[in-house]
């Protein structure tokens, strides 16, 4: 991809190369710079508005003489935005439902967090649902994502809301074209998407995470050696209509 465009619009990349285009600001500067048409879906895990607050999981550690949560730090927006903006892409994939409701939205992808787990024990949401106008009806996803306990023994890095590869895959999997991410966080929606061979854009307003979806996207996209789009569907989704 030939970045040029962006960069003549004033856009200024944090991180770049064929497929990535990273940028370091608040998406809501940067979306009325990029044409509507630039972009064939919107993948994003915005902030509910819901003040996600994960210190209690630091304090019940250190009751237990063991290391605070490296990864319980505040995120941006998460006391309350404005995210109709979002609905304004016709192709668009929003975690957040039922927070984030989506009167046009034709299909839902319930992410089963822990399967195999009795819910009455879990300490967290045992799911994450996802509205969408890229299929109809429903589709699971199950990924296990709680503490230790990650699919295909994932690395997890410091931002509370990172999505696994196996969810965004799946999502990717399901369109075409390019992808734009106005929520980035730790950039797992590029990097996904270059280890696909699809060109996207990521904007995250905080610089640590910039710089960590950066790192990511510099290096080779095999942490994982990645299946086939036909193998991916067959080992990962549930649909019903």
């Given at each position: 991809?030939?970045?040029?465009?962006?960069?003549?619009?004033?856009?200024?990349?944090?991180?770049?190369?064929?497929?990535?285009?990273?940028?370091?600001?608040?998406?809501?500067?940067?979306?009325?710079?990029?044409?509507?048409?630039?972009?064939?879906?919107?993948?994003?895990?915005?902030?509910?508005?819901?003040?996600?607050?994960?210190?209690?999981?630091?304090?019940?550690?250190?009751?237990?003489?063991?290391?605070?949560?490296?990864?319980?730090?505040?995120?941006?927006?998460?006391?309350?935005?404005?995210?109709?903006?979002?609905?304004?892409?016709?192709?668009?994939?929003?975690?957040?439902?039922?927070?984030?409701?989506?009167?046009?939205?034709?299909?839902?992808?319930?992410?089963?967090?822990?399967?195999?787990?009795?819910?009455?024990?879990?300490?967290?949401?045992?799911?994450?649902?996802?509205?969408?106008?890229?299929?109809?009806?429903?589709?699971?996803?199950?990924?296990?994502?709680?503490?230790?306990?990650?699919?295909?023994?994932?690395?997890?890095?410091?931002?509370?809301?990172?999505?696994?590869?196996?969810?965004?895959?799946?999502?990717?999997?399901?369109?075409?074209?390019?992808?734009?991410?106005?929520?980035?966080?730790?950039?797992?929606?590029?990097?996904?998407?270059?280890?696909?061979?699809?060109?996207?854009?990521?904007?995250?307003?905080?610089?640590?995470?910039?710089?960590?979806?950066?790192?990511?996207?510099?290096?080779?996209c095999f942490e994982f050696e990645p299946?086939?789009?036909?193998?991916?569907?067959?080992?990962?989704?549930?649909?019903?209509?």
């Amino acid at each position: 991809m030939d970045w040029e465009e962006l960069e003549q619009l004033g856009i200024k990349p944090y991180y770049k190369d064929k497929y990535v285009f990273i940028i370091n600001d608040d998406c809501r500067r940067i979306l009325p710079l990029i044409p509507k048409n630039y972009i064939d879906l919107c993948l994003t895990d915005p902030p509910y508005g819901i003040s996600l607050d994960l210190t209690w999981l630091s304090d019940l550690n250190a009751s237990r003489s063991k290391p605070r949560n490296k990864i319980d730090v505040p995120i941006v927006g998460d006391n309350g935005i404005d995210l109709e903006f979002l609905l304004n892409y016709p192709q668009r994939a929003i975690f957040g439902f039922p927070y984030i409701y989506d009167a046009d939205a034709t299909g839902w992808l319930v992410w089963d967090k822990q399967p195999g787990i009795d819910t009455d024990r879990t300490l967290t949401s045992p799911v994450e649902m996802l509205s969408t106008t890229l299929w109809k009806g429903f589709r699971l996803v199950r990924c296990m994502w709680a503490g230790y306990m990650r699919d295909n023994g994932e690395y997890r890095f410091a931002h509370p809301t990172q999505k696994p590869q196996k969810v965004i895959d799946y999502i990717i999997n399901k369109s075409e074209g390019l992808i734009l991410d106005p929520f980035l966080g730790s950039g797992t929606t590029c990097y996904c998407a270059k280890k696909l061979n699809r060109f996207s854009i990521g904007i995250e307003i905080e610089e640590r995470y910039a710089e960590i979806a950066a790192n990511r996207c510099r290096q080779s996209c095999f942490e994982f050696e990645p299946q086939s789009q036909q193998d991916n569907q067959s080992n990962m989704e549930l649909e019903t209509s």
